[in-house]
């Protein structure tokens, strides 16, 4: 999968996974683990880019002693989720279009 894509994909996975409520690390990638793999180091780059693009926001919270920190979706973050849901219609009409020899052959 083209590098780009796949990145801009991811980011909107984070934002989808603190949409309804704040999260965590470790706590995102495990709401994720059923769809696509991600290891922590790939989910704090996606985080920290988020951020620098205010897209979300970040609180640190003691939890046993340790601080621990939550991912708010700001309302950047939500149109960005909004735009790509409109983008993806796009996407699945070029896939259609790229595929359609394919389902005459099958």
């Not at 790509?84 to 009409?93: A, R």
Request: proline share 1%.
């Amino acid at each position: 999968m083209d590098v780009q894509l796949k990145r801009g994909l991811l980011d909107v996975c984070v934002l989808a996974a603190i949409k309804s409520e704040d999260s965590y690390g470790y706590q995102i990638i495990k709401e994720m683990k059923p769809y696509i793999e991600l290891s922590e180091s790939t989910l704090y780059t996606i985080l920290k880019r988020l951020e620098s693009a205010d897209q979300i926001t970040v609180r640190s919270v003691e939890h046993e002693g340790r601080l621990r920190k939550y991912y708010h979706i700001t309302d950047v973050g939500l149109s960005r989720l909004d735009e790509f849901k409109e983008d993806w219609k796009e996407i699945l009409s070029i896939y259609d279009f790229i595929t359609r020899e394919d389902i005459g052959n099958e």
